[in-house]
């Protein structure tokens, strides 16, 4: 049974990575992959069924090609995810590391900051930072971004309040390293296994954000394409075409679980080699 | 996933609602009677008096009556008023009552219901919206029970039209005098009236048995459903649990016509559809570029594709106007020679115009990305900017702070309410415009205003501040059973005084 479990979940693990990076691939190359400009509308050539003229997905209520949109859709939804990402990321190291390492009031201060972004329901969050700031992609970036920091500033803290108290931590400060010596050497190799999890867990949660403020008309501007404005315009054919529903659905769905797939991944690998070494330790 | 939540959603509610109309069922001859309706929204208040939102109307269009009503050709014929004159110097209105029409509350009409009426609207701090358009009343005198005269400090002609309209309804003076909560319980002269409001539910109406008009209702009860969802609408008609839907998305027209138990009533709305253009801007404020950009919008196009079809127009009026001219002709769709106008003006390619578009109207936004494509091809860069409406309105609308913009100007009945302040907004003026529109405001004879507007709507054809589109179509689903609905021309409001069910 455990091999039967392991093959099953190495396939889809290895699915999963093939999916994105095939993603990653035809976003990137865009122009060269998609088979029709995703903008010329042909009012002539409306609701094509897949695979006639040449569509493989066949064409919207303004006669552009589904399959294009999908590709170019691509783009903002891996913009949202890798910049999100990228911002929650390096604010959550920052504020968590100067709060970690300080302790006393300014550590009680970030945190308490940290806590009030983590009250709110992320979704209105995201609204409420969008509707301020006015609609659009970038205006989406950066509130995802700025959602997701807590969660980051919290690992960060914890892990260095950890290690900085470990034995071979204070001997080297001891010896009279540099903080930011510290940081590099002992402190970031020991969060960096959570952060990469944490990272690929919130760029799934901001693809699925992405697509809901652009389905409420609040992210992506139209005509350009996403998956969630692309799901928001079939809502009204839904019993006349409903694979244009059916194809963004499940773009959406297959990129939040293949990131789940490959962060469980991660996760059980990092805590098993964890495991491995403290029996080491233990042993020794 | 979360994406797919509203579809989960979606069945719930109809699962919901078919279980609570069967429930409500009872006896099977009776139900006959008993008309289901379905709108798409809740009223925010049932006084007419109170509010400028359509639903509002839609539901006390059955409850209360108005002293005349707009009539099929676009005129103004009598209701609670059988006649009525002008004095010549359009200074003073004179009334005729019906007689023995009765309240729901069973008072009978008189001339001092009519002016406690006008009054409370027109009473200090009243906060009624339609406040200004009854501001030309100076006194309301009642010489006799059935004789009501308005007095006006100046001559205003679309008065009338502001009398047939939802908000002209006619209230009982006790009542109006007790300060009665009208909001919450409407009391009318209508075919109707209000037993029981469910908030977020329904609203019943019963057969109002003094009506005064002969043989009408004929329906005892009918039942206004509160359903947002438009799907639900749609099923809930398909069905059989609804006789009248409110809401037919684009996607849904063929549905319910090719639907066995229901049919498609269409009628043409007073709406202008239009892509207004900000005449302060470079490059629109050059007449050139204005008319360029007529040419190169395919308006039958839009309003197939985005507003569900339509009546192309060629000016700011709709077509069914006794008012309208038909200027269609001027700007034909010919990108080719738009591309040509847009190039000997020297547009270039740093020129890119802004589309503002009110976010919440979703086919406003599908017919912004139909002219962004159209404008592509024609050599002018234009970028979609989705805005909240209230932004719309304060920034575009007042504020004028634009390019282009798209949005649909509402019917009114008479084209004072049109053309007094519609343009406003694209920063287009013209002296002769404005002296016509002041004239027309002081004569109410038909022919001489006619004449006035006719030159009004040429001269907004030929310059252009706006692409005029058209007025789109508005559906409504009915049952097969449903016999003898109408809507009210350009009030857009049902009338269920005539419908039976099979």
């Given at each position: 049974m455990?091999?039967l479990a392991s093959?099953?979940?190495?396939t889809l693990?290895?699915a999963?990575l093939v999916?994105?990076?095939v ?7 865009a ?12 009012l002539?050539a ?7 003229e040449?569509?493989p997905?066949?064409?919207d209520d303004f ?18 995810g ?6 929650a990321?390096s ?11 300080s ?7 970030l945190?308490l900051?940290?806590?009030?972004v ?7 969050l995201a ?6 700031f006015?609609?659009g992609?970038?205006q989406?970036m ?8 807590p969660?980051?500033?919290r690992l960060?803290r914890a892990?260095?309040l950890?290690v900085?108290?470990?034995?071979y931590?204070e001997a080297s400060?001891?010896?009279?390293s540099?903080p ?5 050497l002992h402190?970031?190799?020991n969060v960096l ?9 919130t760029?799934?949660?901001a693809?699925v ?6 389905f ?5 501007q ?8 692309m799901?928001?315009?079939a809502r009204?054919y839904?019993l006349?075409a409903p694979g ?10 297959l ?5 789940n797939i490959?962060a469980?991944?991660l996760s ?10 403290q029996?080491a330790?233990?042993r020794? | ?5 509203p579809?989960?959603a979606?069945?719930?509610v109809?699962?919901?609602f078919i279980?609570g ?5 009872g006896?099977e ?6 008309l289901?309706v379905?709108i ?17 109307f ?8 108005t002293?005349?009503v ?5 005129r103004i014929g ?6 009525w ?5 359009e ?9 023995e029409v009765r309240?729901?509350?069973?008072s ?5 219901d009519v002016k406690?009426?006008f009054?409370?609207?027109?009473a200090e701090g009243s906060?009624?919206p339609?406040?200004?358009e009854?501001s030309a009343i ?6 006799g029970p059935s004789?009501?005269v ?5 001559p ?7 009398l047939?309209?939802?908000?002209g ?7 109006i005098?007790?300060e ?31 009506y ?5 209702p004929q329906l005892d009860?009918?039942?206004v459903?509160?359903?947002t969802?438009?799907?639900?609408q ?6 059989g649990?609804?006789?009248?839907i409110?809401?037919v ?9 090719e639907?066995?138990?229901a049919?498609?009533y269409r009628q043409l709305t007073?709406?202008v ?6 005449t302060?801007?470079?490059?629109l404020d ?13 308006k039958?196009?839009v309003l ?7 009546e192309v127009?060629g000016?700011f ?5 006794p008012y309208?001219?038909?200027t269609?002709?001027m ?5 080719d020679?738009?591309?040509e106008?847009?190039e000997?003006?020297?547009?270039d390619?740093?020129?890119t115009?802004?589309i503002a ?24 860069d234009?970028?979609?900017r ?5 932004t719309?309105?304060?920034?575009v609308y007042r ?9 649909g100007h ?7 309410g049109r053309l007094?302040d519609?343009f406003?907004y694209?920063?287009w003026?013209?002296?002769?415009v404005d002296?016509?529109i002041?004239e ?6 038909f022919?001489?205003?006619k004449?006035l ?9 030929r310059?252009v501040?706006?692409?005029?589109v058209?007025s789109?179509?508005l559906?409504?689903?009915?049952s ?7 809507i009210?021309?350009?009030l857009?409001t049902?009338?269920?005084r005539g419908?039976?069910?099979?």
């Amino acid at each position: 049974m455990q091999t039967l479990a392991s093959r099953v979940n190495n396939t889809l693990l290895y699915a999963s990575l093939v999916y994105l990076v095939v993603l990653v691939a035809a976003a990137a190359a865009a122009p060269l992959v998609a088979p029709f400009d995703p903008f010329t509308q042909d009012l002539g050539a409306r609701f094509v069924a897949p695979g006639v003229e040449g569509h493989p997905l066949g064409t919207d209520d303004f006669g552009r090609d589904v399959a294009s949109r999908l590709i170019y859709g691509a783009r903002a939804t891996l913009t949202v995810g890798f910049t999100a990402v990228g911002i929650a990321l390096s604010l959550g190291l920052v504020i968590g590391l100067s709060a970690g390492l300080s302790e006393g009031l300014p550590d009680s201060a970030l945190m308490l900051v940290m806590d009030a972004v983590l009250s709110f329901p992320t979704v209105l969050l995201a609204i409420t930072v969008v509707t301020i700031f006015g609609y659009g992609l970038a205006q989406v970036m950066v509130a995802v971004g700025v959602i997701f920091t807590p969660v980051f500033a919290r690992l960060v803290r914890a892990e260095t309040l950890a290690v900085k108290r470990e034995e071979y931590v204070e001997a080297s400060r001891a010896l009279g390293s540099p903080p930011l010596r510290t940081i590099r050497l002992h402190i970031l190799p020991n969060v960096l296994p959570q952060i990469v999890v944490q990272a690929s867990i919130t760029f799934a949660l901001a693809v699925v954000i992405e697509a809901s403020l652009s389905f409420l008309g609040l992210g992506t501007q139209p005509p350009n394409p996403s998956w969630g404005l692309m799901l928001k315009d079939a809502r009204n054919y839904l019993l006349r075409a409903p694979g244009l529903a059916l194809y963004p659905g499940i773009a959406v769905a297959l990129t939040v679980l293949s990131l789940n797939i490959i962060a469980d991944w991660l996760s059980n690998r990092f805590s098993a080699s964890a495991r491995v070494q403290q029996r080491a330790y233990s042993r020794r | 996933m979360k994406v797919y939540m509203p579809t989960a959603a979606i069945v719930g509610v109809l699962t919901l609602f078919i279980a609570g109309t069967a429930s409500a069922g009872g006896q099977e001859e009776s139900r006959s009677r008993v008309l289901e309706v379905g709108i798409a929204g809740e009223p925010d208040t049932l006084d007419p008096q109170a509010t400028s939102g359509t639903l509002t109307f839609q539901v006390l269009r059955n409850v209360y009556d108005t002293l005349v009503v707009p009539t099929e050709d676009g005129r103004i014929g009598p209701a609670l008023a059988t006649d009525w004159e002008t004095s010549d110097d359009e200074l003073r209105w004179t009334f005729t009552l019906r007689e023995e029409v009765r309240f729901h509350n069973g008072s009978e009409l008189s001339s001092q219901d009519v002016k406690a009426t006008f009054e409370r609207i027109l009473a200090e701090g009243s906060g009624s919206p339609w406040k200004e358009e009854f501001s030309a009343i100076e006194e309301i005198r009642t010489p006799g029970p059935s004789e009501v005269v308005f007095e006006l400090e100046r001559p205003y002609a679309p008065l009338l039209s502001s009398l047939a309209s939802g908000w002209g309804a006619i209230l009982p003076r006790e009542l109006i005098e007790e300060e009665h909560d009208f909001a919450a319980d409407p009391v009318g002269t209508g075919p109707f009236r209000v037993t029981n409001w469910v908030r977020d539910n329904r609203i019943v109406l019963e057969r109002h048995d003094q009506y005064w008009m002969e043989g009408a209702p004929q329906l005892d009860r009918v039942n206004v459903n509160i359903i947002t969802e438009p799907s639900v609408q749609i099923q809930g008609l398909i069905s059989g649990d609804l006789h009248v839907i409110d809401t037919v998305l684009p996607g849904d027209v063929d549905t319910v016509r090719e639907a066995d138990n229901a049919r498609l009533y269409r009628q043409l709305t007073a709406l202008v559809l239009v892509l207004a253009m900000n005449t302060d801007r470079e490059p629109l404020d050059i007449p050139e570029v204005r008319k360029a950009i007529n040419h190169a919008i395919d308006k039958e196009a839009v309003l197939d594709v985005a507003y569900t079809g339509g009546e192309v127009v060629g000016t700011f009026m709709d077509s069914q106007s006794p008012y309208y001219v038909d200027t269609t002709d001027m700007y034909p769709y010919d990108p080719d020679k738009a591309r040509e106008m847009l190039e000997a003006v020297g547009i270039d390619d740093d020129t890119t115009l802004e589309i503002a578009v009110p976010q919440n109207y979703e086919f406003h936004v599908r017919a912004a990305e139909m002219y962004d494509e159209m404008l592509s091809e024609v050599g002018l860069d234009t970028e979609i900017r989705l805005v909240d409406w209230s932004t719309w309105i304060s920034d575009v609308y007042r504020g004028s702070k634009y390019d282009l913009t798209v949005v649909g100007h509402t019917g009114k009945l008479d084209p004072d309410g049109r053309l007094n302040d519609g343009f406003d907004y694209t920063n287009w003026q013209d002296d002769e415009v404005d002296e016509l529109i002041e004239e027309a405001r002081r004569t109410s004879e038909f022919e001489t205003r006619k004449e006035l507007y006719t030159h009004v709507l040429e001269i907004l054809g030929r310059e252009v501040p706006f692409v005029y589109v058209g007025s789109p179509y508005l559906y409504v689903g009915l049952s097969e059973k449903v016999r003898g609905f109408e809507i009210d021309p350009t009030l857009d409001t049902y009338d269920f005084r005539g419908v039976s069910l099979e």
